[in-house]
Each structure stands twice: as structure tokens, then as C-alpha cells.
């Protein structure tokens, strides 16, 4: 749980600099920023040096620059060394789990750290309440439907999102099953929708047949 605590806080501290980089270009014309900064691009601006022809702002938000662009590169390394890190621990406690398909080593954290242990999630509607991809049923008058459901983990969430969405373009049984709905006149959300709702419950059902082995 640390390390996936501590990758949150690398993750938003990186954003956070990537956006004032961002910002510092487009106000300082020191580069092209009319989109955002590449790897490559942070990468040459840590690299920059000090013209002698800058008028003091521009030397300033020259400087600024290069603090935040070397910033970035040694959150990028951190994050690097946090996957790394995860990866060896899932292989010890949960290294099944990473069989599953699209399920990588951020993600499984993820469903780790929600699911905790054994009977802290008595049900498989718990948990997909849990994870927010159990559908609402929405009830008014002649009104009788389901909404996506916006409430719970929303990490959880974005994990099995992300899973969805790998699995969309990488798995063959998943793809089989998109192009068929889709083909029925399905909408992508509604297709990914019922995908994060069936990733649920085999992860549920997946963890207590195999709990990791956390102690």
C-alpha cells in the first residue's frame, strides 16, 4: 500500500510541474507550446544553458524552466523504479492476478489495495458498488433505466477502465465480443460498460479463490 500511496503523490507532483511547464513556455514564447511538452521536448529544455543575450525575465524564466523540466525527468525515473518495484512484489503476493489479461502491475496494485483482505468485501454487488461499475437503476414516473454509476473508488474505477480499454484493442475474446455488440448497434459506452461490470466480477471472484499473500 505504500508504494501505491507514494506513486499517487510522484504522479501528482509530476503533473503538477508538467502543467507550470506548460504554462511558463506558452507565456514566455522560450518554445513552441502550442502543445504540450513531449518526453523529448522536457528533456532538451533540462538541457538548456544560459544565453548571454537573455535580458534578465527571460533568464529567469529560462532558469525556471530547466528547474522544472529536471524535475520531471527524476519523477519520470521515480515512477520507473516505483513500477519496478510493484511488479517484484505482485510476483510474490498476487502473481496470478497479473496472468489475467490487461491487468499490469499499476493496476493490480490498485485492486490489491481496494480489496484489502479476505471478507472485507462480503459480496460481488459489494464490490462492484465499490469499484463504481455497478449500474444505477433510475426510476420516474414512465422513466425506467440504469445510469453509469459515478459513486465509489474511483481509482478502483480508472484501473478497471484502463483494463477495459486494453483489453478492447488486445484481447481477442474482447474484441470478438466489442465488434459483436457494436455490430447490434451497441454505443462504446455502453459496450465498455458492461466490460468494467463483467472485469469486476472476475476480479472478484479471481481474489477470493486467490487471495494475495500479503502477510
Known amino acids: 500500500r505504500c508504494l501505491t500511496t507514494a506513486r499517487t503523490q510522484i504522479t501528482k507532483e509530476k503533473t503538477a510541474c508538467h502543467n507550470a511547464l506548460t504554462a511558463l513556455l506558452r507565456t514566455s514564447g522560450l518554445a513552441d507550446a502550442r502543445t504540450t511538452p513531449t ?14 543575450s537573455d535580458d534578465l525575465p527571460t533568464s529567469i524564466q529560462r532558469k525556471h524552466a530547466t528547474r522544472l523540466a529536471k524535475r520531471i525527468l527524476t519523477l519520470h525515473d521515480e515512477l520507473r523504479e516505483n513500477e519496478h518495484d510493484l511488479t517484484q512484489l505482485l510476483h510474490i503476493t498476487a502473481p496470478r492476478l497479473l496472468e489475467l489479461p490487461g491487468i499490469g502491475p499499476i493496476s493490480a496494485a490498485i485492486i490489491i489495495d481496494a480489496w484489502s483482505h479476505p471478507g472485507r468485501i462480503h459480496s460481488e454487488a459489494a ?20 445510469r453509469l454509476n459515478k459513486t465509489g473508488d474511483r481509482t478502483l474505477n480508472s484501473a478497471i477502465y484502463r483494463i477495459a480499454h ?44 486467490n487471495p494475495p499473500q500479503l502477510t
Open 39 to 52: 518526453m523529448a521536448t522536457i528533456k532538451t529544455i533540462a538541457a538548456w544553458r544560459t544565453h548571454p
Open 127 to 146: 464490490f462492484a458498488m465499490l469499484a463504481g461499475t455497478a449500474p444505477l437503476r433510475i426510476q420516474s414516473g414512465n422513466t425506467d433505466y440504469h
Open 166 to 209: 486494453t483489453r478492447i484493442h488486445h484481447d481477442p475474446a474482447t474484441k470478438t465480443y466489442y465488434d459483436k455488440r457494436a455490430a447490434m448497434g451497441h454505443s462504446h459506452r455502453h459496450i465498455l460498460r458492461n466490460l468494467k461490470r463483467y472485469i469486476t466480477r472476475q476480479l472478484f471472484r479471481h481474489l477470493t479463490n
